[in-house]
C-alpha cells in the first residue's frame, strides 16, 4: 500500500478524510473495517485496499488531546483484540511524540 499513500495524502490535505478517520475524530475510539475495499462504499481511499486488507483508525490522543489519526491497513481477519490494544498503545506513544515536539496547541488541538 506504500504506493498509495501520496494519494491518501492529497486527500487529507483537501480535507477529504476517510469517514473511518471522521469518526475516529468525532468519537475518539478506535474503529475498525474489515475489507474496506467493498464495505466502505463512500471512502475517497477504497479504491486503494486491497480485498484482503482491513483498516484501522486509532485516535492519537495524549494528555486528554485529540492531535489526530493513525490509519493502518492490516491483513484481514487477523486483528484481534490484543493486536488493537497494541496498536492503541504505539498512537498514544506518537500522540505524547507529537505533543512533546510540537506543542498541542500549535497543532490546533482539541481539549476535550
Not at 61 to 66: A, K, N, P, T, V
Not at 82 to 107: I, M, N, Y
Amino acid at each position: 500500500m506504500g504506493d498509495k499513500l501520496p494519494t491518501l495524502a492529497r486527500l487529507i490535505r483537501d480535507g477529504k478524510l476517510p469517514p473511518c478517520m471522521e469518526e475516529v475524530l468525532r468519537q475518539g475510539e478506535i474503529v475498525q473495517r474489515h475489507n474496506p475495499a467493498t464495505a466502505c462504499s463512500d471512502c475517497p481511499a477504497r479504491a486503494d485496499y486491497p480485498e484482503e486488507r482491513d483498516a484501522v483508525a486509532v485516535p492519537l490522543e495524549s494528555d486528554g488531546w485529540l492531535l489526530g489519526v493513525l490509519l493502518v491497513s492490516l491483513p484481514a481477519a487477523r486483528i484481534d483484540e490484543e493486536e488493537l490494544g497494541l496498536l492503541h498503545e504505539v498512537a498514544g506513544d506518537v500522540a505524547f511524540g507529537l505533543q512533546r515536539q510540537t506543542g498541542a496547541h500549535r497543532l490546533g488541538a482539541v481539549d476535550r
